[in-house]
């Protein structure tokens, strides 16, 4: 794990000097994810430089040191991620009598690249990676990221000039570029709490897409194409469904692969170990870990009632015999990280659990120096609670009459929070609603809503009116409002399933632990998103993930293979900390002063009144609005920092 940069411009005449300096300072700008070392290779003839900054997992000689040139000299690469089946590539490679120095994934895959080609060397490759190749015989630059999107990767191009980095803040550290907000990128992240791709917060930077490559040849504009889509491979395993199968086989085949999964990423040499929650996902990965050999594991805890779950991952374990190591978080500490996220996520991004990512990072990284975590399942395996409740919701709204909705509706919404929670306190206390007048406020919303698709949108929208809070912000096209989905994926869970993939998973998930973990200099490796694991998961119908409102059922009946049921078997908790108490305690005045009516009027980026409305409510304990509201102080803090 790395971070890389580096920049390609076709008309200047900068000296070998110059280039190298232009390099140096965007790989200095992401020197925390490579911390044992960097290098830059420049060709000045070509106007090509390329930087790389490393975090040191297999071969940690210099042999392993890049950029790094294949050994006939017409590739160089910088890379980001790690291999897992670089051991049987190298070992087909010097069956065709390749010779190898070292024994780095970089070395076998640059060699793949003179041997195969790069795009036949790229499918052969199960991993995670961002790579910038450099074909000195064509004169063309190559940019690649994983299939699932696992490692970021950033570029610019301006006619002649294309720069990259695996953050932002390194494209920044060129004096000379001098991006702008996008509006429609700011609709967007207003909606989700993060920008998704192919868009930046920029108008002049873009993400890569996951599974893509972007080729740049002399004299032609820059060309995106894809080498794998995880739409179409959802499309391909959908098609099987009707398939017969046997239920123990199956499950018999998807443990297989998970083992294998997760062996492969235990390769390392340097101290590896697991992030273990207590949940489903990070307990199974831990417990098949625990197959391979030893195993360290490490949680953080808060003493905070509804976001503790430490005491159940110690339980799960001392059951699987880890190495276990936990942390508990005072407020104090939680609330240091604040400070810090506007330049350690430098888009803005609002998925509040970034703060005890970092945490559980940064305890993590004084023991070792790779984690594994449990992420991918909710999104391979219909782990989420949101598509059990769209999915019955409307399933019932669906048999009341439009009209009779709408009536319903506007009776709610006009009800007085007083007399809501007063004919709540008429229920039996085990039936009796927290908070009675939001949850009516919420119901008013979603009565008014005209299909299942528009229910899940309001389930996953921080603000469900974008164009209301950015003005002259017109909201960019996406997954979530595809209609072409419904036709590929006729059932509202699969179709939910699909939109997360291509959206939430590379966007929110992948985006906060990537930044969390490399502020610390930790690699993550996350076995759950191997791709042959999301083909093969994409082949199993519905019902064989989702039973009786359960989620995740093939990963549960393996898991109880290594895990007794009673240890693991909850109601999901999300990985949070309590933001709407904070901000109405120890973060008020920080939030106040981000929320200025005054300073959001001058800067004409957002509109005040919805903003100070729901920071009224939430003060007040009208409405729990710490969601919406830390998506705006999150963006309000990036502005401060980087506009």
């Not at 390099?23 to 911390?35: C, L, Q």
């Not at 090509?48 to 042999?63: M, N, Q, V």
């Not at 024994?103 to 499918?123: L, N, P, Q, Y």
């Not at 390769?267 to 050999?293: E, H, N, Q, T």
């Amino acid at each position: 794990m790395c971070g890389i940069a580096g920049l390609i411009d076709r008309q200047a005449r900068l000296g070998e000097a110059d280039l190298a300096a232009r390099v140096r300072a965007m790989t200095d700008a992401i020197a925390h994810r490579g911390p044992d070392g960097d290098g830059v290779w420049t060709d000045a003839a070509c106007g090509i430089g390329l930087g790389h900054r490393r975090l040191a997992i297999i071969d940690l000689s210099p042999l392993g040191a890049q950029p790094m040139e294949s050994a006939d000299g017409r590739y160089v690469a910088t890379y980001n991620g790690e291999i897992y089946n670089f051991a049987e590539l190298r070992a087909e490679l010097e069956a065709a009598g390749v010779a190898f120095r070292g024994h780095s994934d970089t070395e076998v895959v640059v060699e793949g690249f003179a041997r195969w080609g790069v795009e036949a060397t790229i499918t052969r490759c199960q991993g995670m990676f961002a790579w910038a190749v450099w074909d000195r015989r064509t004169r063309v630059l190559r940019l690649i990221r994983d299939r699932l999107g696992v490692k970021p990767l950033y570029y610019a191009h301006d006619g002649a000039r294309l720069i990259f980095a695996s953050e932002l803040k390194a494209l920044r550290a060129l004096a000379e570029w001098r991006p702008t907000l996008d509006r429609a990128a700011l609709a967007a992240y207003a909606r989700l709490g993060y920008v998704p791709a192919p868009r930046t917060i920029y108008h002049e930077a873009r993400k890569l897409p996951a599974g893509h490559i972007l080729e740049w040849a002399e004299g032609a504009e820059p060309r995106l194409s894809a080498y794998w889509d995880a739409r179409g491979a959802a499309v391909a395993g959908r098609a099987r469904w009707n398939e017969s199968r046997d239920e123990t086989e199956t499950l018999a085949r998807l443990e297989a692969l998970l083992e294998d999964c997760v062996a492969k990423r235990l390769v390392s040499d340097v101290p590896l170990g697991a992030f273990l929650s207590g949940g489903i996902d990070s307990s199974l990965v831990v417990a098949l870990m625990r197959k391979c050999g030893p195993a360290k594991t490490f949680t953080i805890g808060f003493d905070e009632k509804g976001y503790d779950e430490a005491a159940h991952a110690k339980a799960i374990a001392a059951h699987l015999g880890t190495e276990h190591t936990e942390l508990y978080v005072s407020p104090a500490h939680a609330l240091g990280v604040v400070p810090k996220l506007a330049d350690m996520y430098d888009e803005p991004f609002a998925d509040s659990s970034q703060i005890p990512t970092f945490l559980v990072s940064e305890m993590t990284r004084k023991h070792v120096t790779v984690a594994l975590s449990g992420d991918g399942g909710d999104e391979l395996f219909a782990g989420y609670n949101r598509y059990v409740w769209a999915d019955r919701l409307w399933g019932t709204l669906a048999r009341v009459p439009a009209p009779l909705r709408a009536a319903a509706a506007a009776i709610a919404a006009r009800t007085p929070s007083g007399l809501a929670d007063a004919a709540a306190r008429l229920l039996p206390e085990h039936h009796r609603p927290a908070r009675p007048h939001e949850k009516l406020a919420k119901m008013a919303e979603i009565l008014r809503l005209d299909g299942i698709d528009a229910v899940y949108r309001r389930l996953v929208s921080q603000w469900p009116d974008p164009g209301a809070l950015v003005p002259g912000g017109a909201e960019p096209d996406g997954p979530l409002f595809d209609p072409s989905l419904a036709a590929e994926f006729p059932e509202p869970v699969a179709r939910m399933q699909a939109i997360d993939a291509a959206t939430y998973l590379p966007d929110d998930i992948l985006v906060k632990v990537d930044r969390a973990t490399m502020a610390v200099g930790l690699e993550g490796r996350e076995p759950l998103l191997d791709h042959r694991l999301y083909e093969f998961a994409w082949s199993l119908p519905p019902e064989f993930k989702l039973r009786d409102g359960v989620g995740k059922w093939p990963l549960r009946q393996i898991l109880v293979r290594h895990v007794p049921r009673e240890l693991f078997e909850r109601p999901k908790m999300g990985f949070g900390v309590p933001i709407d108490s904070w901000l109405r305690g120890p973060l008020r005045d920080w939030a106040e002063d981000l929320l200025d009516e005054r300073a959001m009027k001058a800067d004409g980026l957002l509109a005040p009144a919805p903003i100070r409305a729901a920071w009224a409510q939430h003060l007040s304990g009208a409405r729990e609005n710490h969601y919406p509201l830390w998506t705006v102080l999150m963006f309000q803090a990036w502005r401060r920092r980087w506009l």
